[in-house]
């Protein structure tokens, strides 16, 4: 066990720089693709040049690298009573 949490910690400790560019991207970002994640740690800007915005053109390929996907909320439509519950006589 000793020899395993020695090898995980020689590993962490000699990628420091890269988690913590990593941490830097998500708390800035949020959600990174596969590739913008290669670009973080490698200590590039995780948007290509051709997409400074992030916004991406390709939707294929930003579906296909997501690693993450966040769905959008929708409003709320109220029925007949204004969004009121009323209890149903059973």
Not at 41 to 51: A, L, R, Y
Not at 57 to 81: H, L, Y
């Amino acid at each position: 066990m000793q020899e395993a949490y020695d090898r995980a910690y020689k590993i962490l400790t000699k990628k420091k720089k890269e988690w913590d560019r990593l941490a830097q991207g998500l708390l800035e970002y949020e959600t990174l693709t596969g590739d913008e994640i290669k670009r973080v740690i490698k200590g590039e800007p995780p948007h290509g040049d051709d997409d400074p915005d992030g916004d991406a053109t390709n939707a294929e390929s930003s579906v296909k690298d997501s690693v993450m996907a966040v769905p959008k909320t929708k409003a709320r439509i109220k029925g007949k009573s204004g969004g009121k519950m009323t209890p149903e006589a059973t």
